[in-house]
């Protein structure tokens, strides 16, 4: 079974700095997607970036990047130049194959972003 | 487009009492799943489909029943509803093709329901 964690349950960083959300999972398989899901104050889930475990090169997407160690079986998400609208909860997913391609998520992280 | 799109959005029922949540997609996809959402645990499976007339069993299955009669509904069903089935529900869908099968879900905007 694929297990999910998030070690940090809150963060707080100052607008315009750089935090970093750390994940962590247990897996078997060799190809797998890894996800951050983001979910503000509005509750709906929004896909943040996401990583093929294949792929050697760490995902971007303009402000988020992630730190994909594959042997450490980590996959951190790094937001720069925070924003007050990032203020939300975070979730790290691993995508299950064997169960129709499910997600199995984390507990999450709560991040505010302060003036 | 709506994408995915659920009904009720908060639902308030006594301890016994049926319900059923129903979640509609119109981007054509195969794949839908069913999720709840409780304080401090993340989101966790109840069920899954990968296609009409097709369903699964996820990590959190009982006191549950869904139905996937058109490919573009999936049912929740709560023949007798319990206190520990207050939660925040979410259905999300996805698509397969032949490059990927690791393709996005999209989620709805969740049912928040309480059961007294």
């Known amino acids: 079974a694929q297990t999910v964690t998030q070690s940090q349950p809150e963060m707080s960083v100052q607008e315009a700095e750089t935090v970093t959300l750390s994940c962590t999972y247990d897996?078997?398989?060799?190809?797998?997607?890894l996800f951050w899901y983001k979910q503000p104050p509005s509750r709906q889930m929004i896909l943040v970036i996401r990583q093929e475990a294949y792929k050697q090169q760490n995902a971007t997407e303009n402000r988020f990047s992630v730190n994909f160690q594959k042997a450490a079986k980590s996959f951190s998400l790094k937001i720069s130049d925070s924003q007050l609208g990032d203020t939300a909860m975070y979730f790290c997913?691993?995508?299950?194959?064997?169960?129709?391609?499910?997600?199995?998520f984390g507990k999450g992280t709560s991040l505010l972003v302060t003036p | 487009n709506a994408g995915v799109t659920q009904t009720p959005k908060f639902r308030v029922l006594k301890t016994g009492q049926s319900m059923t949540l129903l979640c509609a997609q119109d981007?054509?996809?195969?794949?839908m799943y069913w999720y709840r959402q409780d304080p401090g645990m993340g989101l966790r499976l109840i069920h899954y489909?990968?296609?009409?007339?097709?369903?699964a069993k996820g990590e959190v299955p009982d006191g549950y029943n869904v139905s996937r009669l058109k490919k573009q509904n999936f049912l929740l069903g709560l023949e007798s509803a319990a206190p520990s089935q207050t939660s925040v529900y979410f259905c999300?869908?996805?698509?397969?093709?032949?490059?990927?099968?690791?393709?996005?879900?999209?989620f709805g905007p969740g049912t928040r329901l309480t059961v007294l």
């Open positions: 981007m054509n996809h195969e794949y």
């Open positions: 999300a869908s996805s698509y397969r093709d032949h490059t990927s099968p690791y393709n996005e879900q999209f």
């Open positions: 897996t078997s398989e060799n190809n797998y997607y």
């Open positions: 489909s990968v296609g009409e007339g097709t369903t």
């Open positions: 997913a691993f995508m299950k194959p064997n169960s129709g391609y499910a997600l199995n």
